[in-house]
């Protein structure tokens, strides 16, 4: 049984329960988020052939510390980088390296900052160079898919609408939603309850109420669905090397809809493609 609870007396870790913020919660998101929005865009410009994924990921680590937030992925569960930098068919949790990116690449580049005890998690597509137009109807695709899911998000509706608005057009346009992964809870813990899949049935699911806060990050592929992780213990790549795209904005359930904390301040949200 799906139990909620008011996060201002909620314990510091995961119990399985769905928190349910109030406005100083909103208020501490929404400068996380911000945060973490910012610095995507200002990759937009630094994403470029040659350039290598370490000097990105370097720039998140003082990005951040010159704001005086800390990126989650750092020694979290033993990873060692400042963000995660997923290359083609890399579907998620790609670790920075020296090896440059090549024209015609796509990155996914997730970055998660914690400012005064709350986490801001995003992730954008960039294309590298001129990339071909099956990337780049994949990146729309991914997009769109992304957009849908956050608009079916209302209380009293189910978190499997989320994942039916996703799948439901993925699949329309030939394309499909990995499984393996999902959005979570967010907000002062890293990783919480509930977990919100990307696939479904819009009456499955727990019911969205107003305070829940949680990431929509759909994962979806050129190719077949399945995925495989290296011997690296967190590389995720397609099983038949297809291309993978993945945009992911942090959101939070309001009284009449949802608030997206992610959105880009200089409308970047989906760089590299028409507005």
């Known amino acids: 049984m799906v139990t909620y609870l ?3 007396t909620a314990p510091l870790r995961n119990t399985g329960q769905i928190r349910l913020y109030g406005e100083e919660g909103f208020a ?3 400068k996380a988020c911000d945060l973490t929005a910012r610095c995507l865009d200002e990759l937009v410009s630094m994403v470029a052939p040659g350039v290598t994924t370490e000097a990105i990921d370097r720039f998140v680590f003082e990005f951040g510390m010159d704001h005086g937030a800390l990126p989650a992925t750092l020694n979290y569960r033993g990873y060692t980088k400042s963000s995660c930098t997923s290359i083609n068919h890399v579907v998620c949790h790609g670790i920075p390296d020296n090896k440059p990116l090549k024209d015609g690449d796509i990155v996914n580049i997730d970055v998660t900052y914690i400012l005064d005890g709350w986490h ?10 001129t990339i071909k137009r099956a990337a780049e109807r994949l990146l729309e695709v991914t997009h769109e898919c992304l957009m849908r899911g956050i608009a079916a998000i209302k209380p009293g509706a189910r978190t499997g609408a989320i994942g039916a608005a996703i799948q439901t057009y993925a699949e ?3 394309c499909s939603v990995v499984r393996d992964f999902c959005g979570h809870g967010v907000g002062q813990l890293f990783h919480d309850a509930p977990n919100i899949l990307h696939y479904g049935n819009a009456s499955e699911g727990v019911e969205m109420r107003p305070g829940m806060i949680f990431t929509v990050e759909p994962m979806i592929n050129l190719g077949r669905p399945h995925v495989k992780v290296l011997s690296d213990g967190w590389t995720a790549v397609t099983r038949d090397r297809s291309l993978s795209a993945q945009y992911e904005h942090t959101i939070g359930v309001t009284e009449t809809g949802c608030e997206i904390f992610t959105l880009s301040p200089k409308n970047l949200d989906r760089p590299g493609l028409p507005a």
């Open 6 to 8: 008011d996060a201002a």
């Open 28 to 30: 501490g998101m929404r």
């Open 120 to 129: 801001g998690d995003s992730s954008r597509m960039y294309p590298v160079g």
């Open 172 to 174: 329309s346009e030939r």
